[in-house]
């Protein structure tokens, strides 16, 4: 399980979060939903290990999160994938779309063009979109590259933080399509948050609300 | 060929015929588009959205490509239809697809590589303008947030960050010659559903609802009775979306007319009386909003209809074209179940459907 228990955030003098707890199971997909400003980006990334909590505690099959961004150990950090709502923020912008899906194995020493070109196929890249840089294609193609890294370290939990938000519909399903071959094949765990109800009612196993009232519906 | 978006019989709920759309005949489709369109309304006074009886944007064969060294990307190709006051018209399609292009084509914020071709006439009180190629400052004197406001995209990054909210609405008010610009800053405001004292406020100090009301204010501040508007909904909450278009769907109910551009179907559903599918460039359905969402007769308005996660939830396969390669036949061939021999031939856009196989609609 992919845990955060009583975590606080404050920026500056502001809290964010006030001593939420959140759980990610293994093989389900869990909804966050709630209001614009509600805290729900700041918990994706709290559990994606990209923000160290004020107070509380977050956990990864047991394991207890100690250190944060790069120097979280890397067992750790390859654990949790953490998609953007603006791919654009996300990817390096010199690097061709091949690249950017690769960066990751090479990073972990495990470079492998074929897996790579694998799973561009399976995000729905192919031919020479795969050569061109960010600016030379769509944020819904840019996505499908971003989809692609994320799964390339076969992370135990994706955290997908507004992911399709900018999307048209048709690219939201093939995404959502993606994570969910993804999740059936590979056990893991799913947090979409959204404030989406139509896309979190098809999506999510359950739903918990940040803001307003917290808790779980079915 | 020139077909226009014409109102329909079955509106959605909340999209009244005003006086500004006398009838529910637009033009006939088939109108010459070499002819000149019938003639406006003169000298009527200039004053708001209420004396825009004969007021109308009419865009016909609009094309617009961007020659790069090696390539030419078509981003728009042939593309027709009228905007009316107290209408509200929703452009939608894929990222890519043309729309924003379209957009900036009629503000006259194109790059320097970019050809355009077609009309694309603003009938008003001022006399008939043509839009494509009017001189730079014609465009700036008498189009741009005077006869046509535009709410931008990402409002919040489209507001200068170092200065209030009030110091550029209030610039804009002066620039455009209006009295007593603290006031009508402060009513502008008021009536996006704003305290005045928020207008003080720098722009990050603006929630993303905040921003799209000063943006509203800002796109409102000449009283154009035209409003173009580029995607407003990026970034905004479902509730705040559905404010954004309640405050759209108020600007069109007290008589003007909508261009809303945008790749968000629910958002389009609650505002527009008609809809204009794009894809690749060019329309393939055109229609009354609530028809064409719920028996669409293109394959691609069905499939992206059928893509959202409150219908099948199911992607078309593929992915659109390419603008710079875009083929003879049919755009959407390689991705259609229904394709045959026949697709070989680019459909024409007839009957508000461009397609050799459109779906049965049931009524007929």
């Known amino acids: 399980m992919l845990e955060a228990r009583d975590v606080t955030v404050r920026y500056g003098r502001q809290v964010v979060l006030d001593g939420v707890s959140l759980t990610v199971e293994p093989g389900r997909v869990t909804g966050l939903a709630g209001p614009s400003g509600c805290g729900k980006s700041t918990l994706a990334r709290v559990l994606a290990l990209m923000l160290r909590p004020a107070a509380g505690t977050v956990t990864v099959d047991g394991a207890a999160v100690r250190r944060w961004r790069q120097r979280a150990p890397r067992g750790l950090r390859t654990a949790v994938a953490l998609l953007y709502q603006q791919p654009r923020l996300a990817v390096d912008p010199r690097l061709t779309l091949t690249e950017i899906i690769a960066e990751p194995l090479a990073a972990a020493g495990r470079a492998d063009p074929g897996r790579v070109a694998a799973l561009a196929a399976e995000a729905g890249l192919t031919g020479d979109l795969l050569g061109r840089r960010p600016h030379e294609v769509s944020d819904g193609q840019l996505q499908r590259a971003c989809v692609a890294r994320a799964l390339s370290l076969e992370p135990r939990y994706l955290v997908c933080d507004e992911m399709t938000t900018m999307l048209d519909a048709s690219t939201q399903a093939h995404l959502v399509a993606v994570v969910e071959a993804y999740r059936e094949r590979s056990g893991a765990g799913v947090l979409a948050v959204s404030h989406d109800d139509a896309l979190l009612a098809r999506w999510a196993h359950h739903r918990v609300r940040l803001g307003g009232f917290e808790g779980l519906e079915s | 060929m020139s077909t226009s978006v014409s109102p329909g019989e079955d509106l959605p709920p909340g999209g009244p015929l005003t006086a500004g759309s006398p009838g529910a005949a637009g033009p006939s489709p088939g109108g010459d588009p070499s002819a000149d369109g019938p003639v406006p309304d003169g000298d009527s006074p200039v004053d708001g959205p209420a004396a825009a009886g004969g007021n109308r944007l009419r865009v016909e064969g609009l094309t617009v490509s961007f020659r790069l060294p090696g390539a030419t ?18 452009l939608v399609g894929e990222s890519g697809c043309g729309k924003s292009v379209l957009a900036h084509a009629l503000l006259g914020l194109l790059p320097g590589n970019a050809e355009v071709a077609g009309r694309a006439r603003l009938e008003h009180a001022d006399g008939p303008l043509e839009l494509l190629g009017a001189p730079e400052a014609v465009l700036a004197r008498r189009v741009r947030g005077r006869a046509v406001g535009l709410i931008p995209q990402s409002p919040a990054t489209h507001l200068t960050p170092v200065r209030t909210a009030r110091a550029q609405l209030e610039e804009a008010l002066r620039e455009l010659g209006r009295a007593r610009p603290r006031e009508r800053a402060d009513e502008l405001a008021l009536r996006q559903g704003l305290h005045p004292a928020d ?8 929630s993303g609802g905040m921003a799209q009301r000063v943006a509203n204010a800002m796109a409102l501040a000449g009283d154009p ?19 954004a278009m309640a405050a759209l769907r108020g600007l069109c109910d007290e008589g003007r007319a909508i261009l809303l551009i945008t790749h968000d179907l629910r958002a389009a559903e609650r505002v527009a009386d008609d809809l204009a599918v794009m894809y690749a460039g060019r329309l393939v359905e055109t229609g009354p909003a609530g028809r064409v969402l719920d028996r669409p007769r ?22 659109p074209p390419e603008l710079t390669r875009l083929p003879d036949d049919c755009a959407f061939a390689p991705r259609c ?11 024409p856009l007839a009957d508000g459907v461009a397609c050799h196989h459109p779906l049965e609609d049931d009524r007929a």
Request: hydrophobic residues 40%.
């Open chain 2, 73 to 90: 990307v078509r981003a728009v190709t042939d593309v027709s239809f009228e905007v009316r006051p107290g209408r509200c018209l929703a």
């Open chain 2, 199 to 206: 207008l003080d406020r720098y722009p990050h100090e603006l």
């Open chain 2, 225 to 243: 009775w035209l409003i173009l508007a580029d995607e407003p909904t990026g970034g905004l909450d479902r509730p705040l979306v559905d404010r």
């Open chain 2, 298 to 319: 293109h394959p691609y308005a069905a499939g992206l209809v059928n893509a959202r996660p409150d219908r099948a939830f199911v992607p078309i396969p593929g992915m």
């Open chain 2, 337 to 347: 179940p229904s394709a045959d021999g026949a697709c070989t031939a680019p459909p």
